[in-house]
């Protein structure tokens, strides 16, 4: 075991994977010389070469687009995308073609191509550094997309997104970067749990609050804050947006009968949506009350001295919970 | 073929591969072509762009003391490219629209922005400065190169109702890569817009340098698009001001469009986030010090006989006074109130957000000051 930051982590298993498998390349904006404006990619570039960690042109659809062609010859692509916000130049090569390809060939061309991007808010950042894009790509028939939460699961995760012959969308929450955590180094991928199950990261028995990313520490928080009110949260790190890992989520909600979504990105048809959809047609007769979403305003992401009134905190969590609960809430005596 | 039209495709064959008016050590060179776009700027003018620069220069040092204390969560300076802002910025009329990105500080300077409009965006307290209609200049890009096709459609627009003002695109040479721009110039050429395409090659794009984004020069790339190309030394604020003069003036004659390369250097870092120590050289910094856009305009003055001394102290009481109002602005920006996060979404009613703003004022309410809840675990 060693101590890593989740962005130390996710270096850590870029580094192993590029030794692993002389196929793997990594290509984006800043990523070599830099090590990439997060440092994510720090000291690759020495260590593999130029040919294997590769400074690009200023555009995210060339990134992508050539991506596909490298795939096309056999390579695993691993792309960073510089900041969520910056993703959509490069959209169309995403959904028309990184998606589809497959597909369109009959299953005989793989796209083992892995897209990072850092997401979400909470650093302070200026426009279109803060977005939480995952709902675009989870929408697209074609595409994995994971998010992970902590040091462990980025260093384990990483992997397996490169190992994985589809594509995928690989979230990295930004604003834990920084945070460390306990990673097994020396641990087997074949003995790994698959990035596509959900992690219960903290068990309970009265609501079950399922969310990924950089919320999963504020739900963990949530947790402990309502314990001290003897209320038990069950906390779920859903890891996987697509595919959902519906049955760990669906346990957990025949056991509490109560469901809370958390995310920032907005809410309308977003990932809380579909889960709350998903959940009470499995458990329809399981639950209590109807499933509650905190997440982002549908709004474009505000600026920095506004965002704590958009993003989703703990006290907007333990509001949910309540209501979930039928506690006095916000919305007491609104009708839904 | 109008003068303009001439000038515009014959720049790329200069010996030293780009037009200069003032060399480094502040000599005024002769040019046959661009002498005549000048020929209004008697040292009195020349006093004022120097002004310009210096009480700019200024201002930007400004942006990144107030982001070092805490002030503004980010700054991206202009340092170095003065010349290239101002000498275009200064070619323009009041009706010309501007799109910038988000480093034409200088731009916005000329155009009677208030530099605190620039800034309150930055310290992350709105999310634009000021009414783009006001100054013709739209609220900055982030997004690179995403402004240049704007500006084609806005003179595709000022070309199809018959006004002979034009639009400016200022963008980086790492924006040239990017297939907006690229998109953009197919657009203007295809149209004939007047739309001048100003990309400052500062050398950089963060750690990026120009080679990795293209094997030519820059303006050579416009060729390709029909687009005539012209090459300037963008340190050299007249030839800067005579070149965006040549590519304004096709443009209100109907000649369409003109990209002009601006050859200057960031001599900060990208950002106050960057370290730009990580991938360039003291000696790449040293070098471009010495072709300084400031002391260039200075020397020639001097050597006009204009006392320097003078000039300088007075550029100084200038320049102190407007950082001095820039930090004091500070204090007159209030953080915008929490509700206002559901301002300006949608210029109509929308039922859903009606609604999402309604539950949100009742959580807020239930804090004693109506903002205290939206602490805990949120935005650090």
């Keep these: 075991m060693t101590t890593l930051t989740l962005g130390g982590a996710i270096n850590a298993g870029l580094r192993r994977s590029l030794a692993n498998d002389d196929r793997v390349v990594l290509m984006g904006e800043d990523i070599g010389t830099l090590g990439g404006v997060f440092r994510i990619t720090d000291g690759l570039k020495a260590e593999f070469g130029a040919h294997r960690v590769v400074d690009t042109p200023l555009s995210e659809a060339g990134i992508i687009g050539t991506a596909v062609g490298l795939a096309y010859r056999g390579y695993r692509p691993v792309v960073e995308i510089q900041f969520d916000g910056f993703i959509y130049p490069g959209f169309d090569q995403i959904v028309a073609q990184v998606a589809k390809l497959h597909r369109r060939s009959r299953g005989t061309v793989k796209m083992p191509i892995t897209i990072r991007v850092p997401f979400g808010g909470g650093i302070g950042a200026a426009e279109h550094h803060s977005e939480s894009p995952e709902a675009y790509f989870a929408h697209t028939a074609g595409l994995r997309v994971v998010s992970c939460s902590d040091a462990a699961d980025a260093y384990v995760m990483i992997q397996q997104a490169i190992a994985s012959d589809d594509p995928v969308l690989f979230f990295e929450p930004k604003r834990r970067y920084h945070v460390k955590g306990e990673v097994d180094d020396r641990a087997s991928l074949a003995d790994a749990k698959p990035m596509g199950i959900a992690s219960v990261v903290t068990s309970g028995t009265d609501v079950t609050l399922v969310t990924y990313g950089a919320l999963v520490q504020i739900a963990r928080d949530a947790a402990t804050a309502a314990a001290e009110e003897g209320v038990s949260i069950e906390v779920i790190d859903l890891r996987s947006l697509s595919p959902l890992d519906l049955g760990t989520v669906a346990d957990s909600v025949r056991r509490t009968g109560r469901l809370v979504i958390a995310h920032e990105a907005g809410q309308q048809l977003g990932l809380g949506a579909e889960i709350a959809a998903s959940i009470t047609e499995r458990c329809f007769e399981y639950l209590e009350a109807a499933p509650v979403r905190i997440t982002g305003h549908d709004i474009p992401y505000p600026p920095a001295k506004l965002e704590r009134y958009h993003l989703p905190d703990l006290d907007r969590m333990l509001d949910g919970v309540d209501r979930a609960l039928g506690r006095p809430n916000s919305l007491s005596g609104v009708e839904a | ?380």
């Design chain 2, 1 to 380: 073929m109008t003068p303009s039209d001439r000038i515009a495709t014959g720049l790329l064959t200069r010996p030293d591969g780009f037009a200069q008016l003032i060399t480094p050590e502040g000599e005024r060179r002769a040019d046959p072509d661009l002498d005549r776009w000048v020929v209004d700027i008697d040292t009195e003018a020349l006093r004022g762009l120097y002004r310009d620069m210096s009480v700019l220069r200024r201002i930007d040092s400004e942006g990144i003391a107030l982001q070092r204390q805490g002030e503004v969560g980010l700054w991206p300076p202009l340092l170095g490219q003065e010349a290239a802002q101002v000498g275009s910025a200064r070619a323009l009329r009041s009706d010309d629209f501007v799109f910038g990105s988000y480093r034409e500080h200088g731009v916005a300077w000329v155009r009677g922005i208030d530099p605190a409009d620039v800034l309150r965006v930055w310290r992350g307290a709105a999310s634009s400065g000021w009414n783009p209609y006001d100054y013709g200049m739209a609220v900055p890009q982030i997004i690179i190169g995403a402004q240049s096709l704007h500006a084609t459609g806005w003179a595709m627009g000022a070309k199809w109702d018959g006004s002979d003002a034009a639009a400016v695109a200022y963008f980086g040479d790492g924006a040239t890569s990017e297939g907006d721009v690229n998109e953009a110039l197919v657009f203007a050429a295809s149209f004939e817009a007047p739309v001048v395409f100003f990309c400052q090659n500062n050398g950089w794009a963060i750690s990026e340098p120009v080679g990795l984004q293209s094997k030519q020069p820059l303006a050579q790339r416009a060729d390709g698009f029909g687009v005539p190309g012209i090459r300037v030394d963008g340190n050299d604020v007249l030839a800067v001001l005579a070149a965006t003069r040549v590519a304004l003036d096709r443009a209100r004659r109907g000649g369409g469009p003109t990209f002009i390369e601006a050859v200057t250097y960031r001599m900060g870092p990208h950002t106050t986030a960057d370290d730009p120590k990580r991938y360039r050289t003291d000696d790449e910094l040293a070098d471009w010090r010495a072709r300084d856009p400031i002391s260039r305009v200075g020397a020639l003055l001097a050597a006009s006989g204009l006392d320097l001394e003078t000039l300088e102290r007075e550029v100084e009481v200038e320049a102190a006074r407007a950082a001095g109002e820039l930090r004091a602005s500070i204090a007159t920006m209030a953080d915008p109130e929490p509700m206002t996060v559901f301002d300006h979404v949608y210029a109509e009613p929308h039922s859903h957000l009606d609604r999402q703003r309604e539950q949100y004022a009742r959580y807020l309410a239930q804090f004693d000051d109506g903002a205290s809840g939206a602490t805990e675990g949120g935005a650090r």
